[in-house]
Structure formats: C-alpha cells, structure tokens
Antibody, heavy 119, light 110 residues
Framework: QVQLVQSGAEVKRPGASVQVSCEASGYTFTVYYIHWVRQAPGHGLEWMGRINPNNGATNYAQKFRGRVTMTSDTSIRTGYMELSGLTPDDTAVYYC????????????WGQGTLVTVSS | QSLLTQSPSASGTPGQRVPISCSGSSSNIGRHAVSWYQQLPGMAPRLLIYSDNQRPSGVPDRFSASKSGTSASLAISGLRSEDEADYYCATWDDSLNGWVFGGGTKLAVL
C-alpha cells in the first residue's frame, strides 16, 4: 500500500537546523510531489512548500523562503525538508504528504515528526 | 489569520447531521477544488473529501461535501462518537501561489 514513513523526533537548540526525511513506498516516487505541512502545538495546519522529485523543482511558502530547503533522493525514494535558523516558534509536528500536482489533494500523509526547539 | 475561515467548533449528538463550513475568496475556493481532512486526536490528518465532493475509497458515505462560489461545506450525517476530531478544509490560492488551510473545526459528539 502507499505509505510515507518519516524520521523520528528531534530536539534542537535555537539557531540550529533540522532535517526531516520522508520515505515513500507503494507507488512510483517520481510521479507525485512531496509536500510539507507543519502543525504547532494546539494550532492548525500550515503549508510549507513542496518538491517535484522528478526534476527537483520546489515551491516554498513565502513565510519560509530563505530558511527551508526541500530535496529528494530518487534512488532511495526519500524526500527531505531542512529548516534552518530554528526558534521556539518552530516547535511543531512536521508532516509530509503526497499529491499528484500543485492543485491536487494530499493523500496519504506521513505519521509526523515532532521537532522541539528549546534552549 | 488563515485565508479560509472555519468555525472553531461544532457539536452534535449521535445520529445527528452536522455541517462544517469553509469560507474563502475568488483567489482560492472560487477557482480551485477544495479538499477536506479529518485529524483524530494525536494522529496525522487523513483525506476525507477531494475535488470538492468526492470521497476516497474507505470513507463512509455519511461524509459529504459541496461547494458554491467562494464557500465550501462538509456534512457529517448519522454522527458517531468516532467522528470526534478536527476537520480542515484546504485549497490552492493563486495570490499566495501556495496551499491554504482553514483554521480547523473541532467537532464534539455529545
């Protein structure tokens, strides 16, 4: 079955960077975009951006431009999201999700990765 | 402040029909398909509705959705205790050139 499995929880100091991975299985990896969505504790969902694994093209939400980098490795069917310059406000659960294009729905979602930023 | 507006909460008793609304604008809902997501407590979101009103396989037909102009709505009929969750609408926004989510509606089954 189609599945996205994310890396484990991280604890980071303010100013550090974090990389979260998202391993895909059950479908042709290069046919679907990988989107990243985060959810701060007690808050709603926030779209961060996406990568097209077929050609590496990215589209980042304006809020995160300059701080986020999304990459993919087609040989191991894995997408990555790196966020730099972490502050406590970046404490959140980070999700990856699959979509066939920019305008289509997200399905499925990864299980989520909790990133805690604390001194 | 999200570009898609949802009521923060909704409630109903078992068996009832509960509507959840999502209001947007001509740059998002007015031009693009809406999807809905259910997030059970402590879980990742899951797709509930896509392309405004289509149910993925495995989603009960108690869940239905519609769209008119710049607003969309989700309806849950025959409410069950396991429907207690957060519900989010989402769509593409042309002005942001990105996705937007509603703030979410927390559904309580009384």
């Amino acid at each position: 079955q189609v599945q996205l499995v994310q890396s484990g929880a991280e604890v980071k100091r303010p100013g550090a960077s974090v990389q979260v991975s998202c391993e895909a299985s059950g479908y042709t990896f290069t046919v679907y975009y990988i989107h990243w969505v985060r959810q701060a504790p007690g808050h709603g969902l926030e779209w961060m951006g996406r990568i097209n694994p077929n050609n590496g093209a990215t589209n980042y939400a304006q809020k995160f431009r300059g701080r986020v980098t999304m990459t993919s490795d087609t040989s191991i069917r894995t997408g990555y999201m790196e966020l730099s310059g972490l502050t406590p406000d970046d404490t959140a659960v980070y999700y990856c999700a699959r979509a066939v294009s920019d305008y289509n729905w997200f399905d499925p979602w990864g299980q989520g990765t909790l990133v805690t930023v604390s001194s | 402040q999200s570009l898609l507006t949802q009521s923060p909460s909704a409630s109903g008793t078992p068996g009832q029909r509960v509507p959840i609304s999502c209001s947007g604008s001509s740059s998002n809902i007015g031009r693009h398909a809406v999807s809905w997501y259910q997030q059970l407590p402590g879980m990742a979101p899951r797709l509930l509705i896509y392309s405004d009103n289509q149910r993925p396989s495995g989603v009960p037909d108690r869940f239905s959705a519609s769209k008119s102009g710049t607003s969309a709505s989700l309806a849950i009929s025959g409410l069950r205790s396991e429907d207690e969750a957060d519900y989010y609408c989402a769509t593409w926004d042309d002005s942001l050139n990105g996705w937007v989510f509603g703030g979410g509606t927390k559904l309580a089954v009384l």
